[in-house]
């Protein structure tokens, strides 16, 4: 019995068993199923009812749920004694699906000041605006907009508070609109149709909305951070919030200030069954990430204030 193959059948157990999984943890379905080959050859019992369109845990396979959590949990524990880490109880994989805006940032984020004291602590990071559900299973974190859940505790969130925004060398070259019905004129940068879970308004000033006109974009992006920079880029006017132009440096000016797009809030999420040493590691990663939101200039909000 090796070690992976537990690592499948639990990740598979926090997924009721859809094989989909594969595509969030990077591991071919063909390996997954080599992992639970594995695990039958040494229990003697078949795990998983193999139908085509329902795959399901044998009752053999329900009973070995807990058994292969708790498995598991001591191999990271075991892994973490034998280093000479200062804080044994910290440590393991932190599976994290954040925005892809989110993600971008992680190259000045505090890691190594995380690993210089906790070196034990492997974080796996999936960058995605869309959610999936497998993708939300999977996952001990969650850093993006999402609903109130039973699977998911909300810690703090930050709210980023959109508007209309565009470079100085564009409005130089292309005039600061002072009107609404001035955009119409203007070169428009959109999100397109694409999906952004939970935050449906992404395209606001597209939509005739918020005192606009129904605006056609010239350029669109399925990324919020690309859209800032092709403004940034003096490509032409975007729709950002606030917050990410101080986090990003502030090179944006705000245009007709009055108009006020939506709030987005994106939460900081912890699955509500980590435990223990899961949940040590949880909260550790957790203060470095809120130290970095910090200390760009972004406020941060406790949900426990509301």
């Not at 990077?26 to 039958?40: Q, Y």
């Not at 969130?157 to 004129?185: I, K, M, N, W």
């Not at 308004?201 to 606009?212: E, R, Y």
């Amino acid at each position: 019995m090796r070690i992976q193959s537990v690592y499948v059948f639990v990740k598979l157990a926090e997924n009721n068993c859809d094989f989909s999984i594969s595509k969030v943890l990077g591991i071919p379905r063909s390996t997954m199923w080599a992992n639970i080959a594995d695990l039958e050859k040494t229990l003697g019992k078949k795990l998983i009812h193999r139908k085509k369109q329902n795959l399901s845990f044998t009752s053999a396979g329900e009973a070995f749920i807990p058994y292969a959590c708790q498995m598991y949990t001591a191999f990271e524990e075991s892994l973490a004694s034998s280093t000479n880490s200062d804080d044994s109880d910290v440590g393991g994989e932190v599976i994290i699906s954040a925005t892809n805006a989110f993600a971008l940032g992680w190259p000045v984020m505090r890691v190594n000041e995380l690993w210089d004291k906790f070196p034990n602590v492997r974080l796996h990071i999936m960058a995605s605006d869309s959610l999936s559900r497998e993708e939300a299973n999977a996952s001990d974190v969650l850093i993006r907009p999402f609903p109130d859940s039973e699977i998911f505790r909300k810690e703090w969130y930050v709210a980023y508070r959109h508007g209309l925004f565009a470079s100085e060398d564009y409005l130089a070259r292309c005039g600061t609109p002072q009107s609404p019905e001035d955009l119409l004129s203007h070169r428009i940068i959109g999100y397109g149709n694409h999906e952004f879970s939970y935050f449906e308004d992404i395209n606001w000033h597209l939509k005739g909305q918020h005192g606009l006109p129904r605006l056609k974009p010239s350029l669109t992006i399925n990324s919020t951070r690309a859209i800032f920079e092709a403004a940034s880029q003096g490509i032409g006017i975007c729709s950002t919030s606030f917050e990410a132009n101080t986090a990003y440096t502030g090179k944006l000016v705000r245009i007709l200030p009055h108009i006020e797009g939506p709030t987005c809030k994106v939460f900081f999420c912890i699955k509500k069954t980590a435990v223990g040493r899961k949940l040590n590691s949880i909260k550790t990663v957790m203060d470095y990430f809120e130290l970095y939101v910090r200390q760009s200039g972004v406020s941060i909000y406790r949900v426990e204030d509301e």
